[in-house]
Structure formats: C-alpha cells, structure tokens
T-cell receptor
Framework: GEDVEQSLFLSVREGDSSVINCTYT??????LYWYKQEPGAGLQLLTY?????DMKQDQRLTVLLNKKDKHLSLRIADTQTGDSAIYFC????????????FGKGTRLHILP | NAGVTQTPKFQVLKTGQSMTLQCAQD?????MYWYRQDPGMGLRLIYY???????DKGEVPNGYNVSRLNKREFSLRLESAAPSQTSVYFC?????????FGPGTRLTVL
C-alpha cells in the first residue's frame, strides 16, 4: 500500500543542522517532495527530487534519497528561527495522475 | 499571478448549516484538489479534479460535494455541516507533478 511515515517532532539548536527523515512504502514513487508549512499558512514546496537521483542540494537544503531502503531525508544547514515550521514529506506514484501522498508532517522547533 | 486563492479565510457555522468554500487558480493548471488538515492527521484528500468537467473522490469524501466550475475554479460544498468537519481546508492545483497550495480556510462547526 501507499504510506509515507515521518516522526512528528524535532528540536534543534539554532545554528546546528536539522535532519528530518521520512520513509515510504511504494517502490513506484516517481517524485519525492519536501513541503514547508509556517503557522497559519498553506504548504509551500521547498524542494523535490526525481526518483533516479540520490542527492539534491539547494543552498542550505540537502535532500538525500536511498531507494533501496525507501528513505528520504532533508538536511537544513545552519538552522535559523525562520526554519521553525512543519515539514511534510510527500511522493507521487507512477500512473497515478498528479495525486500526491503526504506524510503527517514533522514539526521543527528551534531552541535558542 | 495570485497563485491559488481561497475564500473565506475563516468561517463559523452551526450544525446543519450549509456553505461553499471557493478556490481559484490563475496558473492554467488542469488538476485541482481539496484537502483537510487536522492535528496529528496530516493532510487528507477530500476530492480532486484531474481536468475541467471531472471530479473524483479522495480519502475522506463523505459529507462533501465539489464542483469544477471551469478550469480556474473548484468549489467545495458542505450541505449539512457537522462538528466533525471542523478543520482547516486547503485547495491546491498542480502541474508537472508539483502542487501549489492556497492559504487555507479555517472552519469551525458548533
């Protein structure tokens, strides 16, 4: 079946790196995504990776994909207070139109 | 471009009342979606529309109806609101495997 799992909470000190992890069950994933939701706002696409890639880097963000273990991670370098948000892992599956399957979200809390 | 817009931002209803949540996108996207977000539940798909004139049920369609009025607009209707429908509702549109979200409607049913 289709399932995307992620831990619900993560606390990180300001200036440290944050690593948010996600696992998925369906091996036919084509795209995997990280969305960010700030308080009171909608979801904003942060970054995404195609399933034939292992890594994608975009400024402070690094996405790692391990297809064998069906594991996706998002690393945020030099975490700032503005990074405090809920981060959703998501996937699309082959031949499933544009439906995206979301995890329940990881709330990132920044400690001073 | 405004992206995806939703109205209203907030709404309070009494049990049994009806209302329609409006959504519009100006990105010429074919696919549009309605989700609800509840604490600890993440996002759950209510209905989606792969193109103008078509709609399909998602994970939690009971108690809701939708209309894809044209390519731009996708509305969500609650015919007889229940307290279990208290939630934050998000509309989204997509193209090229990426979804773009509206700011949400916070609905409370008393």
């Amino acid at each position: 079946g289709e399932d995307v799992e992620q831990s619900l909470f993560l606390s990180v000190r300001e200036g440290d790196s944050s690593v948010i992890n996600c696992t998925y069950t369906d091996s036919s994933s084509t795209y995997l995504y990280w969305y960010k939701q700030e308080p009171g706002a909608g979801l904003q696409l942060l970054t995404y990776i195609f399933s034939n890639m292992d890594m994608k880097q975009d400024q402070r963000l690094t996405v790692l994909l391990n297809k064998k273990d069906k594991h996706l991670s998002l690393r945020i370098a030099d975490t700032q207070t503005g990074d405090s948000a809920i981060y959703f892992c998501a996937e699309t599956l082959m031949n499933r139109d544009d439906k995206i399957i979301f995890g329940k979200g990881t709330r990132l809390h920044i400690l001073p | 471009n405004a992206g995806v817009t939703q109205t209203p931002k907030f709404q309070v209803l009494k049990t049994g009342q009806s209302m329609t949540l409006q959504c519009a996108q100006d990105m010429n996207h074919n696919s549009m979606y309605w989700y609800r977000q509840d604490p600890g539940m993440g996002l759950r798909l209510i209905y989606y529309s792969a193109s103008e004139g078509t709609t399909d049920k998602g994970e939690v369609p009971n108690g809701y109806n939708v209309s894809r009025l044209n390519k731009r607009e996708f509305s969500l209707r609650l015919e007889s609101a229940a307290p279990s429908q208290t939630s934050v509702y998000f509309c989204a549109s997509s193209a090229q495997k990426r979804q773009f979200f509206g700011p949400g409607t916070r609905l409370t049913v008393l």
